[in-house]
């Protein structure tokens, strides 16, 4: 008992401290951020230093289970506040000259922040249900498929540099190509891009962690789902595409719906994928010693094995009948879909465009 009470009053010390420290907060950003009718609102925003703090407390809470204690005003007007900085971040474009104190890459990380933020907070357990704000979410969604796409993969992929970038270079006099903007260059900062990577590929995990909780509009989720196949072609960012990974497989597990659509997906990047090359298998499995799949095969795994539904019957030692008929009944989902994957591909295989080599050796990738 005396250990339970100390517990109580250090969590209540901490939440007592992090009141206090948003009402600090609130009162030094009382100016909506970046508001073009106010020519102070750009100077209210938050700074990095104090976002990392309250992503901090924020966590410290989660696993203290204090959150859901939060006045659920103080809460909203908090995930207000986090969605004016998300909006800073939609459509902002890096390249090499930028630094760590650059304009662009701090409004590219406050919204990374911030969003990070609005994900802890959403996915606390037993949260109200109006801190599900479905426009902080789409904004959330948002900000990862734009920075993914256009600095993330534009700075690892030549062919999204020419889509994003190149198509903003013109000719000098003497014919060579030069630059028609100073933001319209590729990446060269791996520093910045690794700081970045990393924020998005927890967000990424999280989002999906969000999506086990409260039921995602289709438009959005589906949206991010795209995104989040089109890292799996892409060289180098390993740690976003296992988060990618998280998304894909959530989708394909909440979303019944929308499984056909998910595998037909899954089924026009792996035929897009090389066949040969160093980094074919980035996927570490945890449980085997040094030994790595494909990522479309971790995430073609984690599809198949997600709508496995174990019912409660299995757990009754005492009906083996009524257990052997449910396990037979959980197994339909995933016996249909892993059908459907493989007459799909096979029926792929069979066009004119298909080389019967460059199949044998996508097939030996993906089971291998």
Known sequence: N???????????????????????????????????????GEGKRLGTATLKSLIYQL???????????????????????????IKLGLS??????????SEPFVEVLLAVEAALAAMIIMTSPDMHKKVYREETIEHVVDLVRYQTTHNVFVAYDAMYYQMYRGKNEEEDDSGKKKKKHSRTTLLRAPKLIHILLT?????????????????????????????????????DIQILQIGAV????????????????????????????????????????????????????????QCIQGCVSLPEELQDDNEPA??????????????????????????????????EIKFLLLLDNLVN
């Open 322 to 355: 009524a257990a052997t008929a449910a396990t037979h009944d959980s197994y339909r989902a995933p016996t249909l879909w892993t059908s459907y994957f493989w007459q799909e591909l096979l029926k792929r295989s069979s066009s004119a465009k298909t080389q």
């Open 199 to 235: 924020k998005l590929a927890t967000l990424y995990t999280k989002i999906a962690k969000l999506a086990e909780i409260v039921r995602i509009q289709d438009s959005t989720i589906l949206s991010l789902c795209n995104t989040a196949m089109n890292t799996l072609s892409v060289d």
């Open 2 to 40: 005396a250990v339970e009470g100390g517990l109580a009053s250090v969590h209540s010390e901490s939440l007592a401290n992090f009141m206090e420290f948003l009402d600090e907060t609130f009162e030094s950003c009382d100016v909506i951020v970046g508001d073009e009718d106010d020519a102070a």
């Open 59 to 85: 966590e410290l809470l989660k696993k203290q289970e204090q959150l859901p204690n939060l006045p659920l005003e103080t809460i909203s007007r908090l995930l207000g506040l986090l969605d004016e900085h």
């Open 246 to 301: 998280e998304v894909i497989s959530t989708v394909f597990t909440q979303h019944p719906q929308h499984r056909t659509v998910v595998l037909d997906e899954l089924l026009n990047t792996l035929l897009k994928l090389p066949t040969t090359g160093r980094k074919l298998r980035t996927f570490e499995l945890a449980e085997e010693d040094n030994m790595h799949i494909q990522m479309i095969t971790a995430v073609l795994l």
């Open 92 to 101: 902002v474009d890096l390249n090499d000259e930028d630094k760590e104190d």
